[in-house]
Each structure stands twice: as C-alpha cells, then as structure tokens.
C-alpha cells in the first residue's frame, strides 16, 4: 500500500515568518501534486511536479520533488494571512489517474 | 462556467437509511472520482470511473455503490447508512489520467446518526 506522510500536521505562524511543509513516502510516484482547501470548499490544485529533483516556484511558494521521487516539499517564504488553509499533497500511482493524499497540514498564519 | 457540481451540500441520516449523491460535471472529462475527507486522514478514494458506463473500486469501497451512466455524471449510492460512514464526500474530475489536476467539488457533508 503507497502511503504519503505530511509533517507537520499543524502549522501556526506569524505573518512575515517562513515555513516548509514536507511529503514523504517509501514508493515511488509518477508525479506529486500540492492542492490547497479551504473550509466548506473543495481542493484548488497548486502545482504538479513530474521530474526527480524538479523545482516549481509560484510566487512566494516553491515547490521541490526529490531526486528519486518518493518525497516532495513546499516552502512558503515570508507567510501572509491568506496562506492560511489546508496544504495536501497527492501523489499520483502509475498512470491510472487515482490519487493517494497525504493527512494534509493545516496552516494558520496571524496577523 | 459551473466545474463541478455536487448534491445535496448537507444531508442527515438515521442509521439504515439510503441515499444518492449526485455529481455533475461540465468540463467533458474522462475521469471522475468519489472521495471521502474525515479529520486527520486526507482524502481517501472510494470509487472512481476511467469513462461513461464504468467504475472502480478504490481505497475504501465497501458501503458504497456507484454509477456512470452518462459521461457527465457520478453517482454515489449509500445502501444502508452508517455512523461509520459519517464524512465529508467530494467528488472530482479530470481530463486524462496521467499529470492531470484533479478538479473538485465543494463537498457533500453527511452525518448519519
């Protein structure tokens, strides 16, 4: 059974303050999504990473798939309010489409 | 431009009881999935369909049926309702499989009593 650990669970911050959420597992993924929620809303997807060691910036977000694409993390630089939500990550299992996610971190980011 | 469609947004059941939750999309994908969000577990995939007139079981299947009759729909059916079965459901679609984002609903919240 692929698993996908997210660390840490909670994440409670300042605003101006830096952070990394970090996505592990023990297999291998043909790809790693980062998706964000909102309470009482769906999952609005963030990013895709597809390469071992590939880095995706949006913003002030950066995103990092590891070398041997097991593992994958997201950096926030400089937080603000509206970062505040639940950060999950999913990677995607062979080419079938279906999607096994991480618990998700849960960020809140005061003023 | 509606993406994805659920319904009803809240619903309580007694034990026993059955329903259907509906899903619609308007984006002509392929893939359609069920999901179920309870605290501290993420989203955990019930069934899903590669295409009109099929399914799959997912991650946890058991207690639910689905249906695919028409390109544009989902249906997830919960026979005999249980506490157990107490979730947030989402429904999502997407165009392909591979690297493709998943688009989402904003949720069906079920208690079952």
């Known amino acids: 059974t692929q698993l996908l650990e997210q660390s840490p669970q909670f994440l409670s911050i300042q605003e101006g303050e830096n952070l990394t959420v970090y996505c592990n597992s023990s297999?291998?993924?043909?790809?790693l999504q980062w998706y964000r929620q909102e309470p009482g809303e769906g999952p609005v997807l963030l990013v895709t990473?597809?390469?071992?060691?590939e880095v995706k910036k949006l913003k002030r977000l950066t995103f990092q798939f590891g070398d041997a694409r097991k593992d994958s993390s997201l950096h926030i630089t400089a937080a603000q309010p509206g970062d505040t939500g639940l950060y999950l990550c999913a990677g995607e299992a062979g080419n079938t489409g279906k999607l096994i996610f991480g618990q998700g971190t849960t960020l809140q980011v005061k003023p | 431009n509606a993406g994805v469609t659920q319904t009803p947004k809240f619903r309580v059941l007694k034990t026993g009881q059955s329903m259907t939750l509906l899903c619609a999309q308007d984006?002509?994908?392929?893939?359609m999935y069920w999901y179920r969000q309870d605290p501290g577990m993420g989203l955990r995939l019930i069934h899903y369909?590669?295409?009109?007139?099929?399914?799959a079981k997912g991650e946890v299947p058991d207690g639910y049926n689905v249906s695919r009759l028409k390109k544009q729909n989902f249906l997830l059916g919960l026979e005999s309702a249980a506490p157990s079965q107490t979730s947030v459901y989402f429904c999502a679609s997407s165009y392909d499989s591979l690297y493709q984002p998943q688009h989402f609903g904003d949720g069906t919240r079920l208690s079952i009593l």
């Open positions: 297999s291998v993924f043909s790809s």
């Open positions: 369909s590669v295409g009109e007139g099929t399914t």
């Open positions: 984006m002509n994908h392929e893939y």
């Open positions: 990473v597809v390469t071992g060691g």
